[in-house]
């Protein structure tokens, strides 16, 4: 799978860590920034690593800030996106399983890193079930396709 990944700058280093655990497992990464830890809004890197996906050069997102709050409700601004916040295992297989989540948020200020990289190594392991919750996730593209 090809994955991006973006983080603000309260994210850049779990980010890094993230990118690591991504290609250990095999993935590739595509790392949209930033690229220090100096300040940017998270906006910016939020519809980067939207657009990536929808757009197809990434099968996944993985986006980093402070609280992971900010890049999900940027990420859900771009049609298509099915952004997530996770602060555990359970949510992150379910947000896979059964909303097709399509971007996996991490709070760095939140998440400590051992669990925010058991999150994003669960998250990427897990698939979508479709059956009734394809049917779910339509209604959802629905109310964006008549909003
Ligand atoms: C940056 O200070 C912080 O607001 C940002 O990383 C994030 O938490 C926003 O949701």
Redesign the pocket.
């Known amino acids: 799978m090809k994955i991006a990944v973006g983080s ?4 850049y280093r779990l980010k890094g860590e993230v990118a690591a655990l991504i290609q250990e497992l095999g993935h590739e990464v595509s790392d949209l920034g930033t690229h220090s830890e100096e300040s940017v809004d ?1 906006p910016d890197f939020a519809v980067k690593v939207a657009r990536a996906v929808t757009g197809g050069e990434a099968d996944l997102g993985i986006l980093v ?7 999900a409700i940027a990420a859900n601004k771009v049609k298509g996106i099915r952004a997530v916040t996770c602060g555990d295992t359970f949510s992150a297989r379910a947000s896979r399983e059964h909303n097709d989540a399509n971007v996996l948020c991490i ?1 760095a ?1 939140v998440t400590g890193g051992g669990l925010a990289l058991e999150i994003v190594k669960t998250w990427s392991e897990s698939e979508f079930q479709g059956g009734r919750h394809a049917r779910r996730v339509q209604k959802i593209a629905d109310i964006e396709s008549s909003s």
Do not use: I, Q, S
Request: charged residues 15%.
């Open positions: 603000d700058h309260a994210g998270y800030c402070g609280t992971g709050l900010g890049m709070g200020r």
